[in-house]
Nanobody, 119 residues
Framework: VRLVESGGGMVQPGGSLRLSCAAS????????????MSWVRQAPGKGPEWVSS????????YYKDSVKGRFTISRDNAKNTLYLQMNSLNVEDTALYYC?????????WGQGTQVTVSS
């Protein structure tokens, strides 16, 4: 299993970024099983913080309260790729963003992509 994130960068407050996570070694959703996939972030000096999850089968989504209305998680099952569209970014969103397989407990993580929000 391999998860590879991309799309991070530096943006000004109010800006947008779209993160991607290309997954290999397993299939997001098959006829008899669908994985939950999540985005988890870690700010400097803090522990990991769950941001959002999606069931890759039925597309049900979940969000941390502070990102609701600003972030949108999605997936493309044909490409086995997870996305996180982030709008109206603020400095508190600065962190290393990881995609992970699972919704509460995670068995695989990517290497992370850095998001920095600064004026």
């Amino acid at each position: 299993v391999r998860l590879v994130e991309s799309g991070g960068g530096m943006v000004q407050p109010g800006g947008s970024l779209r993160l991607s996570c290309a997954a290999s070694g397993f299939t997001f959703s098959t006829y008899d099983m669908s994985y939950d996939m999540s985005w988890v972030r870690q700010a400097p000096g803090k522990g990991p913080e769950w941001v959002s999850s999606i069931n890759t089968g039925d597309g049900t989504t979940y969000y941390k309260d502070s990102v609701k209305g600003r972030f949108t998680i999605s997936r493309d099952n044909a490409k086995n790729t997870l996305y996180l569209q982030m709008n109206s970014l603020n400095v508190e969103d600065t962190a290393l963003y990881y995609c992970a397989r699972g919704d509460i407990e995670y068995d695989y993580w990517g290497q992370g992509t850095q998001v920095t929000v600064s004026s």
